[in-house]
């Protein structure tokens, strides 16, 4: 299995800024596209951003502009720098990783991080 522990939640005021890190552990062979999505209450999840290997990435047009995803892929580790945040980016941010194990080669799967919760007051 792979486990994905997120951190940098937290609660902040509109304008300020936050920033998320995921790390995947486990018996990983290789980890291709990583992302973070977000859920708010009575909504249903949302992709928020995602970055391939060569550091390609994709945003929902509601961040881009504000938030800059990026990764290190020698420490399996993804980030998100959420800047200029409104009272609309409050959610459990949740981290995505598709991660294929060395016991499972060549299949790969979907694995999701607890989520964190992220605040944003006006």
């Known amino acids: 299995q792979v486990q994905l522990v997120e951190s940098g939640g937290g609660s902040v005021q509109a304008g300020g800024s936050l920033r998320l890190s995921c790390t995947a552990s486990?018996?990983?062979?290789?980890?291709?596209?990583m992302g973070w999505y977000r859920q708010a209450p009575g909504t249903q999840r949302e992709l928020v951003a995602t970055?391939?290997?060569?550091?390609?990435?994709n945003y929902a047009d509601s961040v881009k502009g504000r938030f800059t995803i990026s990764r290190d892929n020698a420490k399996n580790t993804v980030y998100l720098q959420m800047n200029s945040l409104k009272p609309g980016d409050t959610a459990v941010y949740y981290c995505?990783?598709?991660?294929?194990?060395?016991?499972?080669?060549?299949?790969?799967?979907?694995?999701w991080g607890q989520g964190t919760q992220v605040t944003v007051s006006s």
């Open positions: 995505n990783a598709h991660a294929t194990l060395r016991s499972t080669w060549p299949a790969g799967s979907n694995y």
């Open positions: 486990g018996n990983i062979f290789s980890i291709n596209d």
């Open positions: 970055i391939n290997t060569s550091g390609s990435a």
